[in-house]
């Protein structure tokens, strides 16, 4: 199975010519670090950033130069910094082509709840609700289950919605799957698993058509 850097490379996959991409906290900002050469990408960062490049190396940190999850980043050649309102009005009015967002749950039909955890403290939900409201193509970088074995991909999601039908596309670290109206359907494997793992770990309806193959990384 993959680890969270494999996540990120599949996911870089995914990635066209001439988009404007936004990275959520937590797995989605390794994509930067993963981008396939030849390609430009433009990635934004809800907090103020369009042009944010990879991580940068140790001792080149700039404190004053972080993503939406205060890790530092990196500007690419040309990139613009602005103000919060800025960078939610380019969200809102659909300017992002793709946006790759973490979950704690994704339901069979699209629903994603990644932005509290009932008893635990939170500081808000973020920007992940304008995120899902507005954009056309959502994709998913999470694992497959929690710590504890169960599934994260069910049938209906138990946490607080952050939003409705909108995940398109999920890869954890066992499978790709495309969201459809009949359940998750299962595209790629990742190295060394078996569907029947794969079934095993996935709650929500699985569609499983013809031989499934595994991931080129």
Same mark, same amino acid.
């Given at each position: +199975?993959? &680890?969270? %850097?494999?996540?990120?490379? !599949?996911? *870089?996959? =995914?990635?066209? &010519?001439?988009?404007?991409?936004?990275?959520?906290? #937590?797995?989605? %900002?390794?994509?930067?670090?993963?981008?396939?050469?030849?390609?430009?990408?433009? /990635?934004?960062?809800?907090? #103020?950033? $369009?042009? $944010? #490049?990879? /991580?940068?190396?140790e001792g080149e940190e700039d404190a004053? $130069?972080?993503n939406a999850g205060k890790q530092t980043i990196t500007a690419m050649p040309g990139a613009a910094i602005f103000d919060s309102a800025t960078s939610f009005a380019m969200i809102r009015g659909q300017h992002i082509q793709l946006t790759v967002l973490g979950a704690m =749950?994704?339901? @069979?039909?699209? @629903?994603?709840?990644?932005?509290?955890?009932?008893?635990? $403290?939170?500081k808000g939900m973020g920007g992940a609700m304008d995120l899902v409201a507005s954009a056309e193509n959502i994709i998913v970088a999470m694992m497959h289950t929690n710590r504890k074995g169960a599934s994260k991909l069910l049938r209906q999601c138990t946490l607080p919605l952050t939003g409705v039908q909108c995940v398109k596309k999920i890869v954890t670290n066992l499978a790709v799957l495309d969201v459809t109206p009949n359940g998750f359907k299962l595209i790629e494997r990742a190295p060394g698993v078996s569907v029947e793992e794969i079934? *095993?770990? %996935? =709650?929500? !309806?699985l569609i499983v058509e013809g =031989?499934?193959?595994? +991931?080129?990384?």
């Open positions: +199975m993959l &680890d969270k %850097t494999g996540i990120a490379k !599949r996911i *870089a996959q =995914e990635l066209q &010519d001439g988009w404007y991409v936004n990275l959520g906290i #937590g797995i989605p %900002t390794l994509i930067a670090n993963y981008v396939p050469e030849g390609l430009n990408v433009v /990635f934004q960062s809800e907090n #103020g950033i $369009m042009g $944010m #490049g990879p /991580f940068p190396y004053d $130069m972080i =749950e994704v339901a @069979d039909n699209g @629903d994603i709840a990644n932005w509290k955890i009932p008893g635990k $403290m939170v079934q *095993a770990a %996935t =709650e929500g !309806r =031989e499934v193959p595994e +991931m080129v990384l």
